[in-house]
Every structure is written in C-alpha cells, then in structure tokens.
C-alpha cells in the first residue's frame, strides 16, 4: 500500500522597503561593523612573520588577509567614531574620548584656543604624520567627536557620512 502526500507550498511576496538596501541595521549596528572591520583590519596578517623570515606557521599553509593601510584606517575610524556618537548608548566613549582630548588645548593651558582649533590640529596630523593603522584609526575615531563638536567647515564629514547613510537608508 502506498501513500501518496502532496504539499501545497505557498511564496509570500518579498518586498524590500524603499531606501533599506541592507535591511535594518541602525546606527548602532554600523559601529558594530566598522569597528569589527577595523580589529580585522589593523591586525599584522597572519602568516606576514614567516614571509618575512620570521618563525614558521606551523606547517600550514594559508591565505593571507588584506591589512587596512593607514589612510583606510584614519577614514574608517572617522566614520565608526561618527556612528559611535549617533548610536548613543555604549557607543558614547568615542564622544567622551573626543571631549576629553579636545579640553586638553580649550582648557586655557594654551592661551585662546578653541574647538575649531583642536580640529584643525587634527586635520594637520592625519594629513602629515603617517601613522600605524591602529593609531591613525584611533585618532580618526577621536577627530569625528572633535569635528562635530567644532561645526562649520568641521562638521562636514559627519554630515556626509550620516547623509550617505541616510541615503542608503541603514541609519
């Protein structure tokens, strides 16, 4: 005897909202993933201390990841440091970073300065100083806070990265 079953399978209609290319993701889920990709990022590729005559990796033989250059590094923290004051909560330490380094030169210890200063001091040393991934990825992640704090000609990175997010509808 011999049964016979038959399944009705049914499709619901996918839709994607109009401006959520990436589905939900929120501020807070940007500074997840960039700061993910900076740790990946800045870390010394596995198996470059054998290329470089250094001690054997065991034997095994793999593929060695791309390492953010300097420049990469300084861009992706500006932009995780942008998100890490929009998404608030844990995130508020970039901020609180940014302040803390910003009130070292407006505290009156050197004269006048202000804010817009302090930015432009920034400016200067991501633009002269070629630094290691990781250091130019924590000075880019202090300059977001300072440039926002700073506004004018300052704050046009983060408008542009928080309006391309906006566009892209994942903030």
Known sequence: ??????????????????????????????????????????????GAAAAAGGAPSGGKKGKIRKKMTSDQAQWTGVAAGTFYMTAGSIWTVGGQLSDAFSSLFTSGGFGDAGTGAVAGLLALIMYFREMTPGKSAFTGIIAAGVWATAGGIWGIPQALILTGAGALGIA
């Open 1 to 46: 005897m011999q049964q016979h079953i038959e399944f009705i399978v049914t499709a619901a209609p996918i839709s994607i909202d109009a401006g959520r290319v990436l589905g939900t993701v929120g501020a807070g889920g940007i500074a997840i993933a960039l700061t993910g990709a900076m740790i990946a990022g800045i870390r010394e590729p596995k």
